[in-house]
């Protein structure tokens, strides 16, 4: 598990070190650059030309002490400064002055734009940064992204806001950030991530008390949490111990939802399936998946009280008929229960809040309803808007998007696994079948909620190394999770 920062968190970190623990940042700094030197030192050639583009700030005293650093180790590197002098913060003006004590080129800030660089290091601006870039300076970034130099950002791209991965005004386009001591929000976020490359969080020896000084509320998952985080699989078992999920999806045009959502919870390890659709769905859904059981909308009662866990809207259609089940759910289910797609709009109409034991997964426009916030006020604050929603309807919020965010109200996972080719009908479906799987095992929502998303982007991984993602399908992730499910067997001494 990987925890997320905002800016003002890591300055707060920063000021801890330095203030309550009497680290010197001069020390801080030096450790900084010489975590940037190190990563160019084990990627780039000494042949390649290196200028560090930098502020008056401490963003731009890391810079020059990287160039300097790197001129000691035969790079052929110089700095250029930008802004007033008079600006200079302390430790900036330090770094200069040993720079030119060292013979490091102190260059015009004209030289960005010569051309003549193959690599430029990015120390304009820090985690600061909360307003648009303007004059002198968006000149220079725009340069800079012009040039044919390689970028290399320290701690984050300039312009990119710390936060929220917001582009203030105009920012720079980095091969590489490295960021220092934790990883920050903005550089997962869109569009932050797609301006900082690479990401390497580079160690520059915060003191444990510090960090620990600041509550992170964000994380995402790596790849060494999947197999801690699955639910248990007994070896004394049988198809009872593994749950009995009910999905109430499909309509009479759609029964593709249902039988995904199906297939995908028994992919993910439910015991048993069952699905509610309208009758006609019935020779169809059988023949295609023969290992479900079949009820109709009028046996919803009875189905209820079977289930250890319950999805519900997949395809349902916005019918008066499924607003009654909609709502008969909400009113009723003892179990936990996943609210998806068309679902999420009738449960809008029959309530405005629901209990800790659901899961409501909207994309952008189904939140957009729910919330009555437009689409781009969502997209510049995904987590704080999904945290303030599952607040608002005390439950688990899983806010789709290209960087899914889950949220009890409290705290907020975001999702770093999947890419482009899950763009695709039924992917969501798919989504809601593996939350229900999971629940159906006996995990809490929240929990359930988080590694159903991260699984489902694995899985899109899975079938992209496969297919391509120009050529996916949403059948295609089920499969997906079939790979993945092999690998833990194999991984976790299972065989």
Known sequence: MRYLYSGKQAKDIDSHAIHTVGMPGLVLMEKAAMTIAAVLMGREERTKKILAVCGTGNNGGDGVAAARIL???????????IGDPDHMTEEMQRQIEIAVNCDVPVLPVASVSDHSFDILLD??????????????????????????????????????????????????????TVTFGIHKLGLVLHPGCEYAGEVIVGDIGFPEVSVASVVPEYYYYEPEDLLLQMPPRPVRSHKGTFGKVLIAAGSETMSGAAYLAAKAAYSIGAGLVKVISPACNREILLSSLPEILFATRDELSDSL??????????????????EKMVRYIVENSPVPTVIDGDGIRLCRNVTDTLSDNFILTPHLKEMSYLTGIPVSGLQDN??????????????????????????????????VSGNSGM????????????MGGLLGQHMEPFAAAKLAVYLHGLSGDAAAKKKGVYSMMASDLICGVADISAQLYTEGGME
């Open 423 to 434: 763009a695709t009908g039924g992917s969501g479906d798919v989504l809601a079948g593996i």
């Open 305 to 322: 009280d079977w289930a250890d866990a319950v999805v519900v809207g997949p395809g349902l259609g916005l019918t008066e008929e499924a």
């Open 382 to 415: 995904l987590p704080d808007t999904t945290k303030s929603t599952a607040g608002n309807w005390n439950c688990v919020v899983v806010q789709k998007d290209a960087r899914t965010v889950v949220s009890d109200g409290n705290e907020c996972y975001i999702n």
């Open 71 to 81: 001129c000691q180790q035969g790079y052929d590197a110089a700095v250029t400064v």
């Open 123 to 176: 120390g304009v601006f820090g985690i600061g940064l909360s307003r648009a870039v303007e004059g002198v300076y968006e000149q220079i970034l725009d340069q800079m992204n012009e040039s044919d130099a390689d970028i290399y950002a320290l701690d984050v791209p300039s312009g990119i806001h710390a936060g929220t991965g917001a582009v203030l005004g105009t920012a720079v386009k980095a091969k590489c």
